[in-house]
Every structure is written in C-alpha cells, then in structure tokens.
C-alpha cells in the first residue's frame, strides 16, 4: 500500500467513489468496521485517510484508481496549469491548482475541454480569414474532423469498447499467434461471413465486404497482425453494432457522413483494443519501456499500430504515458491525429518543418528523437519514422507516411529512447511551432508565411 498520499485532500473524491458504488455514508461505514461519523470526517477532510482504512476501502469498492496523486502531481493539474498559462493565468499557485485537481477533477476536465473548444474555435476563425471570407467558409468541417474531434474529447479513450475487447479476447482464448485464425473462424461461424486473401486492389480501406457472396477480401499484402485487425473491425460492425451505437448516440452527429465516420472510427478503436488488449499491452509496454518494435513484434502488428494504440491508453486509474500520435505524408498533410492530452495539433497553414517528423522521411527505417520547444515555453519529447504499406514487388505502388509519438518531456526518462540523451539541457531543445499561420516565432528562419493577424 502506497503510504505517500495519506494527507492529501481526498474527500470529495471517495464520496465520489462511494455513491458511483452505491454505497450510503452509514452502509459504506459499517462495512469499514468506522462509525458514520469518523467517515463523514474523513470525507470533508477533517480526518486523515489511513493505511488501515485504504486496505479496507480497497476491499469493499476494489480499485481506488483514481482516488490518490501517486508519485508526482497528476497529470490533471499539469494540464491546468498548462491550460491557465495560455490564459494569461500564470501566477496560481500549486497547492491550488493541486486542490482544484484533487477535489473537482469534473470540473476541471470541464475547464479543459473548455479550453480545447476555444483553441479548435480560434483555429477555425484563422482558417475563415486564411480563405479570405469565403461566405461558406468553416460551416461546414469534413465528417473527418468531427469525429477527430471526438476522439480527442475523450482523450482518444473508449472505456466500454477496451473492455469488451478485453473480455472477448479471453473468452475467445486469442492470443497473438492465434489470432488471425481463430477471428477467421469467428466471423465464419456467428457470420456467416468467409475470409479470402487475394492479390486485389482494394483502395484506402484494406479489407471489402461482399454482401452479396458473404466473403470478406483482404488484399495479400496484409501481415497476419494486419489482418486479423480488419477482421476484427468487421466483427465489430457486424457483432458489436448496438455498443457502437451507443457510443455514437454521445457525439451528437445526425448527418449520415458523420455517422458513417463514427462508425469507422469506433470499430478500428474496437479491433486496436482486441489485437493489442488493453492490459496486457500496458504491461508490456511499461516493461519494455514503451520500445515500439519489441511490442510491434509481440502482438504482431506494425509499428504506427502500436504508436495509434499507446495514444489510448488513458484508463481511469490504469494509465499509460499520455501521448501525442500524429501521421503525415511527405506533403505535409495530416491524415492522423490522436491525443490522449492537450496537445494542440494546428489545422491551418501546414505544420512545422523543423518538427523530427519530416525529417524522417530522409532517414527511411530510423527512429528520430526530438526534444522540441513550443513558443509557449512547453517542452515535448518526440520520436518519429517512415512507415510504408501497400503492394510487395518492384514497381508496386505504396503508401507512405512517417508517424510521431511524442509526450511531455517529464516524461521522457520513461522511454526507451530517451536512454543517454540529455534531455533535461535546454540548449538541446529545438524551437518549433504549431504552423507558421498561427505562430508567434517571428525570428524563425524556416518562416514560409507572416502570422494572420492577431496571431503573433
């Protein structure tokens, strides 16, 4: 038992805990062996909570994730108090950021998602003027982006798919070795549904449903790893529709593209989640130290499977590291963008060239290391690479891309890449921006465009 956060404020957050279990003050007390009174102490912060009372809180409502700071600040505060200081708010101190965190973490939440709101909203301003008033300008964002949108509100996190797949994977007795096998005979048998592999052209998507024969073709470029996901994405929209929906009801979309983006969205989170359970995938990657090709190798899959993945590991009281996931192509257009924090990805005017990222595209099979500064002072650790998929053979046409996965640099002493660097040297910092449209760096000797007004 972590004995570290007996005296913080923890009250608001186990009445929290307690009627979410659906315990009453005097029924929860009675079942600690405490009279009501000392409990109701303990919840106005009155009494402390000892490591007796946390042993027996652990046995009556199992998991206290959630309940205590462990060994630093939590990342909810950090993100307050990163989202004050864009404010203008800068002189809070840390006890109280630490107390708002601590005692009101809806609340808090809230104020971020505010916030993101508001960067998504000065961002669309910029695009209007960026498209010289246009009148239709903005009105209407790609059902793309929407439900990107959506994805980052929810910290790129699906509580109830990660745990169906979890539970799936073990009813289903999956392992990675197994698996393309064994979903293969799943779609066959609840489905009716054939899986054939040929030497086809499927376009974007790699996998097409064939309604009418009942087969599922899968183009014969796909690894085993590559195709058990698609089949799983397609049990997904066959088996699961009904918890996808549900999710879907929470977005709000109405139009039948957004509806049809979500759907797609959800049922690749869900085949993420089956392939690479949630975990065990956590566990392997704390002990490996986040090394993104010993994990690609154990589950079976590639390497932007594995950074997508790493982005979603934001479990309540099971967390991964909170990282920023970003896919390029060599023109700079971004196709991917996840973030399980609040990192704000610029929509306007290109990103940054002096980002690690287009530099990977000159180092083919390299995993690049950065540590970048922002114009707001904030400091990241990044790690990118080219990655390519498509038809084998000379002269066949491929995707290319190169990923990134980056995440605060306090954080970078727990990744694997980050061995022998000096990371904490200012001097090895690199100064980049969200885009030169939106940033203020105006010394920048990579600048391709002036800032729009307003945003230097």
């Given at each position: 038992m972590?004995?570290?956060?007996?005296?913080s404020?923890?009250?608001?957050?186990?009445?929290?805990l307690?009627?979410?279990a659906?315990?009453?003050?005097a029924a929860?007390?009675?079942?600690?062996?405490?009279?009501?009174?000392y409990?109701?102490?303990?919840?106005?912060?009155?009494?402390?909570?000892?490591?007796?009372?946390?042993?027996?809180?652990?046995?009556?409502?199992?998991?206290?994730?959630?309940?205590?700071?462990?060994?630093?600040?939590?990342?909810?505060?950090?993100?307050?108090?990163?989202?004050?200081?864009?404010?203008?708010?800068?002189?809070?101190s840390?006890?109280?950021?630490?107390?708002?965190a601590?005692?009101?973490?809806?609340?808090?939440?809230?104020?971020?998602?505010?916030?993101?709101?508001?960067?998504?909203?000065?961002?669309?301003?910029?695009?209007?003027?960026?498209?010289?008033g246009?009148?239709?300008?903005?009105?209407?964002?790609?059902a793309?982006?929407?439900?990107?949108?959506?994805f980052?509100?929810?910290?790129?996190h699906?509580?109830?798919?990660?745990a169906?797949?979890?539970?799936?994977?073990?009813?289903?007795?999956?392992t990675?070795?197994?698996?393309?096998?064994?979903?293969r005979?799943?779609?066959?048998?609840?489905h009716?549904?054939?899986?054939?592999?040929?030497?086809?052209?499927?376009?974007?998507?790699?996998r097409?449903?064939?309604?009418?024969?009942?087969?599922l073709w899968?183009?014969?470029?796909?690894?085993?790893?590559?195709?058990?996901?698609?089949?799983?994405?397609?049990?997904?929209?066959?088996?699961?529709?009904e918890?996808?929906?549900?999710v879907?009801?929470?977005?709000?979309?109405?139009?039948?593209?957004?509806?049809?983006?979500?759907?797609?969205?959800?049922s690749?989170?869900?085949?993420?989640?089956?392939?690479?359970?949630?975990?065990?995938?956590?566990?392997?990657a704390?002990?490996?130290?986040?090394?993104?090709?010993?994990?690609?190798?154990?589950?079976g899959?590639?390497?932007?499977?594995?950074?997508?993945?790493?982005s979603?590991?934001?479990?309540?009281?099971?967390?991964?590291?909170?990282?920023?996931?970003?896919r390029?192509?060599?023109a700079?257009?971004?196709?991917?963008?996840?973030?399980?924090?609040?990192?704000?990805?610029?929509?306007?005017?290109?990103?940054?060239p002096?980002?690690?990222?287009?530099e990977?595209?000159?180092?083919?099979?390299?995993?690049?290391?950065?540590?970048?500064?922002?114009?707001d002072?904030?400091?990241?650790?990044?790690?990118?690479?080219?990655?390519s998929?498509?038809?084998?053979?000379?002269?066949?046409?491929?995707?290319t891309?190169?990923?990134?996965?980056g995440?605060?640099?306090?954080h970078?002493?727990?990744?694997?890449?980050?061995?022998?660097l000096d990371?904490?040297?200012?001097?090895?910092a690199?100064?980049?921006?969200?885009?030169?449209?939106v940033?203020?760096r105006?010394?920048?000797?990579?600048?391709?465009?002036?800032?729009?007004?307003?945003?230097?």
């Amino acid at each position: 038992m972590n004995d570290h956060p007996r005296n913080s404020p923890v009250g608001l957050r186990l009445t929290r805990l307690r009627e979410h279990a659906g315990y009453s003050q005097a029924a929860l007390a009675r079942a600690l062996g405490i009279s009501a009174s000392y409990l109701n102490q303990i919840e106005k912060n009155k009494r402390p909570l000892t490591a007796a009372i946390q042993q027996r809180l652990s046995q009556v409502l199992g998991s206290l994730g959630g309940l205590f700071d462990h060994d630093q600040p939590a990342a909810l505060q950090q993100a307050l108090a990163d989202t004050l200081r864009d404010l203008g708010l800068s002189d809070i101190s840390a006890q109280e950021l630490r107390a708002l965190a601590g005692n009101l973490p809806q609340v808090s939440q809230a104020l971020l998602d505010l916030h993101r709101q508001h960067l998504a909203l000065r961002e669309h301003a910029a695009a209007l003027e960026f498209r010289l008033g246009a009148p239709d300008a903005g009105q209407h964002l790609p059902a793309s982006d929407l439900v990107r949108d959506f994805f980052n509100r929810m910290h790129n996190h699906i509580p109830e798919l990660d745990a169906l797949a979890e539970q799936l994977y073990g009813e289903w007795g999956l392992t990675p070795a197994n698996m393309p096998q064994r979903l293969r005979q799943i779609l066959a048998d609840r489905h009716g549904v054939l899986t054939e592999v040929a030497p086809l052209q499927v376009g974007r998507e790699k996998r097409l449903l064939d309604e009418r024969s009942r087969r599922l073709w899968l183009p014969d470029y796909l690894e085993p790893g590559q195709q058990a996901f698609q089949i799983a994405a397609q049990l997904a929209l066959l088996g699961y529709r009904e918890q996808i929906d549900q999710v879907i009801a929470r977005t709000g979309f109405t139009e039948p593209a957004q509806l049809a983006q979500a759907s797609i969205g959800l049922s690749n989170y869900f085949a993420g989640a089956l392939v690479m359970p949630y975990q065990r995938f956590l566990q392997a990657a704390e002990q490996s130290r986040y090394d993104i090709e010993h994990l690609a190798h154990l589950f079976g899959v590639g390497f932007e499977a594995v950074c997508h993945r790493l982005s979603t590991l934001a479990r309540r009281g099971a967390a991964g590291l909170p990282f920023f996931f970003i896919r390029v192509d060599r023109a700079g257009n971004i196709s991917k963008r996840h973030s399980a924090t609040d990192f704000h990805f610029s929509q306007v005017g290109g990103s940054c060239p002096l980002w690690i990222i287009y530099e990977a595209f000159n180092q083919p099979g390299r995993i690049l290391t950065q540590v970048a500064r922002m114009p707001d002072g904030r400091r990241h650790f990044w790690l990118a690479r080219q990655v390519s998929s498509g038809p084998v053979g000379h002269g066949q046409p491929r995707k290319t891309f190169a990923v990134a996965l980056g995440c605060e640099l306090q954080h970078a002493d727990r990744l694997v890449y980050a061995r022998g660097l000096d990371t904490q040297n200012p001097s090895n910092a690199v100064p980049i921006g969200p885009g030169c449209r939106v940033c203020p760096r105006e010394d920048c000797m990579q600048r391709a465009f002036a800032a729009l007004p307003g945003k230097s």
